[in-house]
């Protein structure tokens, strides 16, 4: 036991530009180097990849979601075949949420991303009641009532066995005022105390357990947050709640909450994906980010590509297959690109697969992606290593046209 | 172009027991050890594989099919974009149909395994009429009106560019008389002879052209089909049209029409994949299967499994991971596999994917089933080599359970 606990470590391990850092994130099943992207295999699984691809594609950590898994095949379930890293056969470094996000998003009409696509319509609420104890709300399996509290969530996270656990929270929109994010907040800050006081009761040393920041885009309630958690015993810290209605608004509220926080834990920022958003996180210290876009994109055809690769001036950071420009293009979603896909498939080859409806090409795409993501987060912390951070920034900021043919182009579709 | 016709050959390596042979069958894109299975890759791709991840599960040969590729991306845009082999990513052999099969399925209103999936019903009939000249139906995919003749669909195989190419030819299907099935037989041959004079017209020793027995299950129909197969200048031979109503049929119909076909080509066996069915088939000289079977069953949760790995004692050569007796079994699909899902998965697992509806299940599944095929043909192969095929029949054959337990939960199954 006392092995298991000297395996969870987080070391800096280079510091700067600003507050930006190299670090590892040991746990028992492995080290995860930081900055790193956590990819979300919601119910145990990415959808269209199996672990060999998830790791061919030189990811680090995975996140499933305690959400799905409590509904499905249920914390028990996953705990008698032997926890989610033997369960999934992924075996390397793990993080599990909460439940909290799913639920309140569900409560407030905002379904969750990775649901929406799948089975519920944005009008059926299930969540039932939050009050002081938790959270009650409807299976969306089967119907049946549950009561999510703050150790439940802990108890079955601990079912489910992943390394990284964090405390429940609710999940506070952005639309509601400064009172009721302040009330939402003190009970997040009561739940996390009722979380981290299960997880010490019956801490065996296989799991740690992160805090979150909450107080939306208010300063005073983030640094009374950022306080309670730098006050408190966790292992990690995690950014959440509302980051705001625009980017600028989320990189003010992640400057100042990361300038307030203690700087010696791992770091999590919830949910954010985009390629600037890394970028501005890895710069004010963030270590780890985890979001579904990458694979989400992936089943729309969606596939990312570097600045100076995209075709199309959408200011997207991702190219559409399923366009009809691709539909004869003989050369791979990126010709600078090493992974699986672009070192052996056209972009018209997946342009054909997509319009036919040929699941493989959502595989694909997602191995790119993965891939994609894995590569950024590689040449950032080598940017970090070699002190050339701020250039990669700026290399990856802007839009580098391959040669004036595109611009051209470019221009005409944007006049 | 000399050096390309070289590149084709078939090779008898060792004959017996009966007419069953060991066969190296040469393309321009490689050697395929037969007796072989021929996977079905239908609109250009496997649903739920990467060409890597068949190519890792020992795969040597695959077919795409003319009539869904005809009509989406068209023969034109596949040969702007390389050829199959190139497009797919591929590279190794492959062969195309000629059409036919999907068009007159679809005409009888037995809809086409691989369409019956997607999107038609088996009461919508796209085929609009055969005559002498060839068959005209509406495309699935935008109405459009075509006409399949046998020197059009050699011009789409042609632009398709797989290395073993088929004469266009009526499947008559089994419940007509025997005198629809004798015309029926007789304008085949007429349309295989001008497959024949359309592909010897533009031959560039690319391809070679495959003749197909017909005749249903009638011997002396077959017979005549068999004398017009061995008296034509085909690459090959295959043996198709109406095999019968019962596995006992198809196996008289195979019988008697490979003792009477030439011996020096190789032959194929059109649709036919079941295991029993591959035994028999190499018995009596078959050198190449194919089947929508392995792929088609792995979308509904069927894995093969070997007679001694079968726990359901449902007469079937799979077994289903959605049954709820495969819930917590931590046990791989088959644990004398070596396939990269038995390395890495439980039962218990792709069961819970099948169950949340996660589609890498699929890839799970279809993975272990090819290398299964693979595996089965690999160890046909050896026995043959070794002297030890009707052994190898034998212990296929039968149901060996793994211990006295299985057998009474069998019996107790089927009392």
């Not at 959808?47 to 790791?55: A, C, N, V």
């Not at 739940?191 to 107080?215: C, F, H, M, P, T």
């Not at 710069?283 to 994109?297: N, Q």
């Not at 080859?349 to 040929?358: A, G, N, Q, R």
Request: aromatic letters at 8%; proline letters at 3%.
């Amino acid at each position: 036991m006392s092995q298991l606990k000297q395996k969870f470590n987080f070391t800096i391990i280079k510091q700067g530009p600003a507050a930006a850092r190299l670090g590892l994130l040991q746990t028992p099943h492995g080290t995860v180097k930081t900055p790193a992207f956590i990819f979300c295999a919601t119910r145990a699984a990415m959808k269209s990849l199996t672990t060999e691809q998830l790791r061919a594609a030189n990811t680090q950590i995975i996140l499933s979601n305690t959400y799905h898994l409590m509904l499905q095949p249920g914390p028990a379930s996953v705990q008698a075949q032997g926890g989610l890293q033997k369960f999934t056969g992924w075996r390397g470094p793990m993080l599990t949420d909460s439940g909290g996000f799913q639920i309140f998003s569900l409560g407030s009409g905002n379904v969750a991303d990775e649901i929406k696509g799948r089975r519920l319509l944005g009008q059926e609420k299930t969540l039932l009641k939050i009050d002081e104890n938790g959270a009650r709300f409807r299976s969306y399996v089967d119907g049946r009532e549950y009561l999510l509290t703050p150790e439940e969530s802990i108890r079955i996270q601990r079912g489910l066995g992943a390394d990284l656990i964090v405390v429940l929270d609710e999940c506070t929109p952005y639309h509601v005022d400064k009172m009721y994010t302040k009330d939402s907040m003190e009970r997040s800050h009561r739940w996390a105390l009722r979380s981290l006081q299960e997880y010490l009761a019956q801490d065996n040393g296989a799991q740690k357990l992160y805090g979150i920041v909450q107080g939306g885009v208010y300063p005073d309630l983030r640094q009374q947050s950022v306080a309670f958690v730098n006050d408190n015993e966790f292992f990690g810290n995690a950014v959440g709640g509302s980051l705001g209605a625009d980017k600028q608004q989320m990189y003010d509220v992640v400057a100042l909450t990361m300038s307030m926080l203690n700087k010696e834990r791992p770091t999590h920022l919830l949910g954010i994906g985009g390629i600037q958003d890394l970028f501005n996180g890895v710069l004010h210290g963030i270590d780890t980010f985890d979001c579904v876009h990458p694979t989400r994109i992936a089943r729309h055809g969606g596939a990312l590509v570097k600045p100076w690769n995209r075709d199309e001036n959408l200011g997207r950071e991702h190219i559409n297959l399923r366009n009809g420009q691709y539909k004869q293009d003989l050369e791979p979603i990126e010709s600078d690109c090493a992974c699986a896909t672009c070192t052996n498939y056209t972009r018209g080859y997946i342009h054909h697969l997509l319009k036919t409806e040929t699941s493989v090409a959502f595989t694909l795409i997602a191995q790119h992606n993965v891939f994609f993501m894995n590569d950024l987060m590689h040449r950032i912390r080598t940017a970090i290593e070699q002190d050339q951070f701020v250039e990669l920034r700026e290399q990856w900021a802007c839009q580098k046209p391959k040669n004036e043919m595109v611009m051209e182009a470019e221009l005409s579709v944007t006049n």
